[in-house]
Nanobody, 127 residues
């Protein structure tokens, strides 16, 4: 049984930082592209940032470039989202997701290509 469990959400101040973690189990972690998505109240879920299987390539949406970074530890089956220079508009439920991928260098951005999803963790940024 595949499980993705996010942690690290909570309340943060604008301009501050926080880090999310996503621990995976029940899958061969290194075979999966990992991504972070978010859904703000009243909005559709959107891609935030993704990382290739070997961690060598990342891709992020424009709104978080230079502020958010993703990393992974394949030995610990964990992916991280470092969030800096937080803005109130970063307030959302953040989800990690896993995409089974043959390529070592692809970063998947489409939600429908992701096979497994976590339950989400709330990040609230106060101004």
């Amino acid at each position: 049984q595949v499980q993705l469990v996010e942690s690290g959400g909570g309340l943060a101040q604008a301009g501050g930082s926080t880090r999310l973690s996503c621990a995976a189990s029940g899958l061969t972690f290194s075979s999966y592209v990992m991504g972070w998505f978010r859904q703000a109240p009243g909005k559709e879920r959107e891609f935030v940032v993704g990382i290739s299987r070997n961690g060598g390539k990342t891709y992020s949406t424009d709104s978080v470039k230079g502020r958010f970074s993703i990393s992974r530890d394949n030995a610990k089956n964990t992916v991280y989202l470092q969030m800096n220079s937080l803005l109130p508009e970063d307030t959302a439920t953040y989800y990690c997701a896993a995409n089974l991928q043959l390529s070592l260098v692809v970063v998947t951005t489409s939600q429908r290509d992701y096979n497994y999803w976590g339950q989400g963790t709330q990040v609230t940024v106060s101004s």
